[in-house]
């Protein structure tokens, strides 16, 4: 599965986004991607609104490829990450804890899946937020520190402990002109 960071760019909210991550058409964020065999400089870009689930969020494309994002009840969720498609969508962040059943579907196909999200506050104002997804073949965990006002500053993806990416916030939000 493609690194999910771009899982990522996440809403707290609506038709502007919110205090967990600003999102309106044409805010981007740049991010250093690291994985086993190097890493790249990438931009995320707010493209349009897309529905998620139901309830309206927005579509985030990128080098990685396209994530759909909403915020409702306090709580980021995702339908697509990177490519990787989630029915329902899994709560990525937020300060409540939710558990999750559905399906994940990747390139290589589809599986049933559980999961968890859980958040507590990080040092300083960074909120770290907890995904672990479990199913046949599937050990995935995304931990994801976001910042109030900017959005997500790191993302960490692991399968069975192992590091697959992690992506840190270079530069951003930057708002269309």
Same mark, same amino acid.
């Given at each position: ?6 899982l ?30 190097? /890493? ?13 689930g ?9 080098? /990685?490829?396209? /994530? ?11 339908s ?5 498609r ?17 399906v ?5 196909? /589809? ?39 900017i ?15 992690r992506?840190e ?5 930057t708002?269309p002109?």
């Amino acid at each position: 599965m493609r690194a999910v960071w771009a899982l990522a760019l996440i809403a707290l909210g609506c038709a502007r986004g919110g205090e967990l991550m600003p999102l309106e058409r044409g805010i981007s964020w740049t991010y250093r991607v690291s994985r086993e065999f190097g /890493s790249r400089v990438e931009t995320v870009t707010v493209v349009s609104t897309e529905p998620v689930g139901r309830h309206l969020g927005w579509r985030l494309d990128g080098p /990685s490829g396209t /994530s759909k994002i909403a915020i409702a009840e306090r709580t980021l969720w995702a339908s697509e990450l990177s490519g990787t498609r989630f029915d329902p969508p899994v709560p990525l962040g937020g300060q409540i804890e939710h558990k999750w059943a559905g399906v994940v579907q990747t390139p290589r196909g /589809s599986v049933r899946a559980e999961g968890k999200l859980a958040s507590k506050a990080d040092k300083g104002q960074d909120l770290e937020s907890v995904l672990s997804l479990t199913g046949p073949g599937l050990d995935l965990q995304v931990t994801t520190w976001t910042r109030p006002g900017i959005g997500i500053v790191r993302q960490d993806e692991r399968s069975g402990g192992r590091r697959l990416s992690r992506s840190e916030l270079v530069a951003g939000p930057t708002w269309p002109r």
